[in-house]
């Protein structure tokens, strides 16, 4: 039962994300066709809500409240909290710079959409992992 359900939620999530474009457009601020560090570190920003340089489960399930399902959100936030190498339970700006490592193919300091979008699905993959686990434990 516990994996037909996650079957669904993960269903959802994608449905709801499926159009990575529109996703990379919103991030894309300066509307360049690609992503500079500075324009994920505005998003980070965005969810750090209370300032102080990193983002607790609670500002990131706010940031999310929504638009994904709260185990979907979960999942994402330990992905991310591990990505930035500490697992203290906050997502800190080393995951910025772990995002952009994973997502620029080439090197070049821009995530171009074909980059993100090729990317995006490694990214919901490993994340889904995180979800399951949370749901079967």
């Known amino acids: 039962m516990k994996t ?4 669904l939620l993960l269903a959802a999530v994608y449905g709801e994300n499926s ?25 980070f920003y965005k969810k750090d809500i209370n300032g102080d340089g990193y983002i607790s489960l609670s500002e ?7 638009s994904s399902p709260l185990v979907y959100t979960m999942g994402f936030f330990i992905y991310m909290d591990k990505l930035g190498g500490n697992e203290d339970g906050v997502i800190d700006q080393s ?4 995002v952009m490592k ?6 070049d300091g821009e995530i171009s959409r074909e ?5 995006m699905l490694k990214i919901w993959n490993t ?5 399951k686990s949370l749901l079967n434990p």
Request: glycine fraction near 6%; charged fraction near 25%; aromatic fraction near 12%.
């Open 60 to 66: 990131y399930i706010s940031s999310f409240a929504s």
């Open 4 to 7: 037909f359900i996650f079957c």
């Open 102 to 107: 994973i997502m620029d193919i080439n090197g």
């Open 115 to 119: 980059e993100f979008e090729r990317n």
């Open 19 to 43: 159009n990575s474009e529109d996703f990379f457009s919103i991030m894309d601020l300066d509307g360049d066709g690609a992503l500079q560090q500075d324009e994920i570190q505005a998003d």
């Open 127 to 131: 994340v889904a992992k995180e979800t």
């Open 95 to 98: 995951a910025i710079l772990s």
